[in-house]
């Protein structure tokens, strides 16, 4: 099945909840979190009107803020942008004011269509036939200063002016049996204009429709747009331009291009508009939206979170990230493995409510203004979805930090580091490839292309891109250029974003067949690998001699200085650094436990790998990284050195 397909299947298998409202704190509708009926849509108002059974005016009120309400539309009317469309029921000033005697008579002649003996219809349309609605609400003082006409007459009032209010939207509450009914709320009157509808746009033809197979009477002739509130115009189907050459050329009528049976349009645009609000995870005019096609439609393994977050969405008991914030702790939890766990049945599974439905994944983006497309689609199994979320999960997994929000004991916020291990979210990545976005158009470019490959690379079988770590590693091997908002160097920022870059390089390797552990491997012999460790070490060194000298907070490290000059020339850099390193030697006493470490490195390497000044693969940084947290560990030697047991570079 395709994308319409499964968007129509979900919509049927949600249709309890179809039109039922739900609310915000303030008693407004929250449109995103309402599913429509189908020949519906959301609509702004602002003035309410009170009529009796009999359409005779009864009271008024004005919101303080525009309300969004659901109401009946036609197919004209719910994609109007310009000409004469009314929607059937409650409409703007311009329609049910008499400000523009066509659009009233249109209205009224819309409104008259399935009026037939409903009460409620029938005060309506008795109440703007009679086109006294502006001087019930002038008397009401419901218009404000602001919308009168501040050029004054002599001997006559001041004039509402109608270009002013011309777009307010009205809706109706009718009196009826000493109870009132919100017309923009009833289910009946939902029912009465579905069922019109499918009565009046029955036609004599028959048509194949493209989505189900079957003959359909009922087509789609216009289809509906703002499936996304980012690309308010953009249609995903449409083939109504007789004027320009959206189908001319090809076909001689739209009905040859496409035909869409006209409640099944509706079901799909409104089950996507519902979809991408709810579970859309945006940026700039792309989106993209997982779900599953079943009545549960919520996937709480999304693909762009992070391992952290990701086991804490999956499960319902206190995660280790709680504890360790309770406790003010900063250990290492292997997020990754127990997400293997939790798939394969163990530790908290039970918690977690097992669905044997299908998981769809969805990016749209809008080329244009009113054109939106699909540029990557992929449905799978619920069980083989979340496969492939884990096996990324674990071959990219690496050590990360998280923040976790709490509030100190004066109520202040302040933010814990949570270590953990697990893969980045779409969002580091794109930090740790392209840095941080300074609002600009071609940042969103890259990241709407690098959310793309990600996904790719999860669901689709590509292949990490070589590209996209090497870029990465380009970034973490120039340290100086991360800075803060002063202009100084951001140590933090730096040592974030190595991190995300060996995760991303180990998952490339590991594509390449070439497994990387995650602590220290003393006896890998690689060239990379081994320029990185004494590129740790010789940091490591200095940073001790300057805490011994109570200056470790006064500037960077040679090491770190040096870092990028080691990356593109690390044989002759080394040179460099290793006489800079005599002083803070001498400050140590000889620093004897690094010089053994430096020498025990440095006999692992073969001659001509020692020698060769060609630049370093990012295997570089896993090496300088694994030999970071293998010296943090290290405590007794630490102290034999005099020095504590902190501030090392993750």
Known sequence: MGLFQNLLETYDKCSAAVGIAQTDSNGNLNEKKTLLPIFHMTFKSEIC?????????????????????????????????????????????????????????????????WKDNITELNAIYTYVSGKTIINDLIQSGIFKDSEFQTKKYENTEKQLDKEKIRKIGIRFTVQIDGGTVNVWESRDLRNTWISHISRSTACDNLYFDYLSGKIVGNIATQHPKNINSLTGNAKLLSCNDTSGFTFRGRFTKQDDAIIVDYASSQKMHQMLRWLIANYGYAVDSQVIVTWGVDSVTEVKAKPQ???????????????????????????????????????????????????????CIAVLDAATTGRMGLVFYQELPENVYLESIINWHKDTSYFLTAWKKEKDEKGKDKSIPIHYIGAPSYDDILFAVYGKSHGDKSYDTLKKKTRKQLLECMFGNFAFPKSMVEMAANRASHPMTFADSNGKFSENDWKRSASITCALARKFYIQQKEEIQLELETGRTDRDYLFGRLLSVADKLERTALYKADKQDTRATNATRLMSAFQVKPYSTWGQLYNQLIPYKNQLNGAGYYQSLIDSIMVMFKKEDYEDNSPLSPLYLLGYSAQNRALSKNNNNEKSEGTDNGDTAE
């Open 49 to 113: 009107v009170t009529i009796d059974k009999c359409g005779k005016f009864a009271s008024a009120s004005r919101d303080s803020k525009e309300t969004t309400i659901i109401i009946p539309c036609t197919e004209s009317s719910s994609g109007r942008s310009s000409g004469i469309a009314p929607h059937p029921l409650c409409d703007q000033f311009d329609y049910v004011g008499g400000i523009n005697d066509d659009k009233t008579n249109e209205y009224l002649l819309e409104l008259n269509s």
């Open 305 to 359: 979170d992070n391992s952290f977050d990701l086991f804490g969405d999956m499960q319902n008991v206190k995660t280790d990230a709680d504890i360790l914030s309770e406790a003010s702790l900063q250990i290492y939890a292997d997020y990754a493995a127990k997400l293997n766990n939790l798939l394969q049945g163990y530790g908290n599974a039970n918690n977690i409510k097992q669905h044997f439905r299908k998981i």
